[in-house]
């Protein structure tokens, strides 16, 4: 199997200026366990030849117990709550909740998940949060300088061309 | 080599913007505009964004009016006598209540209840290419709806034709507000706002709080009345002219406050919003076993901490965010990149930044 193709990106900011997107890809919520944010595992078909299976997998993963951790409800959610209604919730416009730390946390992740592993491989992962806990939206970038100089990028634009 | 270097000058020079040559006063930089300034739905902002409100305010101004005039009639009124003739406590009681009533409105009124951004075009269209190719009948449009199994109970979601994206569960659409709203619970006109997943613990302190401060200013107020009698009979006292209009409305107001402070302590325990009670989504219709509220964790107490006191989620709209600059347009920028990208390759295969090329 081709190793997946390689882009000389070095930072984000030329990925997004640099190439065109070709398509995005939408990575639906999960849910089967109620209204707790989680997205679907299932990996997208049209990101097959772009990017290893348990690498997107994993970050979904990750991501899903980060929400997990945000939403929990234990000792520490129960104490704010109870905080914030002693003090008829003005706490909440004094204090970042815990919910909005761990948003924080995922924000962080991404970016490192983008520079290390999606950009390299022409590929953009957004947070959820900017398309309103929705969706997370995979764009999907072309090399558009240089087609023909390289045989991945000739390859991503046939496999788009037939579909 | 020499072609592309002359077309990197060249592109450069034509995209530069005419500002970085004349004085600003000819050409400014337009103002960043927020995100509220945009937004789709029937609703008013303040403060810059900070503060939202339904655009019909409703009956919130009647409400705030009745609380304060009612509250200010009893500190005036009953309370002087209370005091002299019971203890001081009274109107520190008064106070407090007052206070918890008006800041648990104010926040109930002004919080976003949990509203969902509408779908952007690209999700838009993603959603409807899965609807189409999903096998349907090419006589009429596919139904709009999707099944999922929420803890082994089958739930339907609804595509909202307004916000172009199918509602999770519990969601739904209000026509006031023209917003999708998280947890909807129903839109309040006496709140002039809807309550839904973010604002439903405010609107519930604020409908108990109520509860507590007309009966206590109820109770007050008849303990003055027959106090004041009793002087009347006892002591031939002239009898203060009565101000029972005020009492009359604290009066009614108490049941329906009560009644509804009950009804939503009934929803809170058995984690039911008031729109899934009204269409009676989870009763048993029909005898059928299976539709039991696959939300509820089956036990009281941790309904209401779940409810009341689970975790705060922000705000999903984002309404001081700033909108991408949309002074020079896509297509050209496109360009301006492809072109300083293509005499970048050209210089050097691998590709190293270029110190201009950051913009």
């Known amino acids: 199997m081709p190793p997946p193709p390689q882009f000389p990106f070095h930072n984000l900011q030329e990925l997004r200026h640099s190439a065109s997107l070709a398509t995005k890809v939408f990575i639906q919520r999960d849910y089967s366990e109620g209204t707790v944010c989680r997205f679907q595992t299932k990996f997208p078909s049209e990101l097959d030849s772009r990017i290893e299976r348990t690498l997107l997998e994993d970050t979904v993963k990750t991501l899903n117990t980060y929400y997990a951790e945000a939403e929990k409800m234990g000792g520490q959610s129960y104490m704010e709550g109870c905080l914030a209604c002693a003090t008829a919730y003005i706490i909440f416009l004094c204090m970042e909740t815990h919910y909005e730390k761990v948003l924080k946390k995922i924000s962080g992740y991404i970016q490192e998940q983008n520079e290390k592993i999606y950009a390299p491989r022409g590929l953009l992962l957004t947070d959820p949060i900017e398309r309103g806990m929705r969706v997370m939206e995979v764009s999907v970038f072309e090399d558009r300088g240089s087609s023909g100089s390289s045989l991945s990028s000739s390859a991503t634009s046939g496999g788009s061309a037939q579909r | ?359």
């Open chain 2, 1 to 359: 080599m020499k072609n592309c270097e002359y077309q990197q000058i060249d592109a450069r020079a034509l995209g530069t913007p005419a500002s970085s040559f004349q004085p600003c006063t000819e050409m400014k930089v337009p103002r960043l505009r927020r995100k509220w300034e945009v937004f789709p739905g029937k609703n008013r902002f303040y403060c810059d964004g900070r503060i939202i409100l339904a655009r019909q305010s409703g009956i919130l101004p009647l409400t705030l009016g009745l609380i304060v005039v009612t509250s200010v009639l009893f500190f005036a009124f009953d309370c002087p006598f209370l005091v002299t003739h019971l203890t001081v406590c009274i109107p520190v009681i008064g106070g407090v209540l007052f206070l918890f009533v008006v800041i648990s409105l104010l926040q109930t009124s002004l919080t976003d209840p949990g509203i969902l951004p509408r779908a952007l075009p690209d999700e838009a269209a993603d959603i409807e290419k899965q609807i189409y190719t999903s096998g349907s009948s090419m006589y009429r449009p596919p139904p709009r709806t999707k099944e999922i199994l929420i803890n082994q109970q089958v739930v339907k979601l609804k595509y909202c034709f307004t916000c172009k994206m199918f509602r999770p569960p519990r969601t739904s659409h209000c026509s006031l507000c023209d917003n999708c709203v998280e947890r909807f619970d129903h839109h309040c006109p006496w709140v002039g706002n809807c309550v839904g997943k973010r604002n439903y613990r405010f609107f519930y302190s604020f409908i108990v709080s109520l509860s507590f401060h007309t009966s206590f200013i109820f109770g007050c107020v008849v303990t003055h009345l027959t106090l004041r009698t009793y002087e009347v009979i006892l002591l031939h006292q002239k009898e203060s002219p009565a101000r029972y209009p005020f009492h009359i409305i604290c009066f009614f107001s108490i049941w329906s406050v009560l009644g509804l402070s009950g009804f939503h302590t009934y929803l809170v325990a058995s984690n039911l919003t008031t729109n899934e009670d009204i269409k009676g989504s989870w009763s048993s219709k029909r005898g059928a076993e299976d539709s039991g509220n696959p939300y509820t964790y089956n036990s009281i107490f941790i309904n209401c901490c779940a409810t009341l006191c689970g975790p705060m989620p922000p705000s999903l709209i984002d309404r001081r965010g700033f909108l991408p600059p949309d002074d020079i347009p896509p297509v050209a920028a496109a360009d301006l990149e492809l072109s300083s990208f293509l005499a970048k390759n050209d210089t050097n295969m691998v590709g190293m930044p270029s110190s201009g090329h950051t913009s």
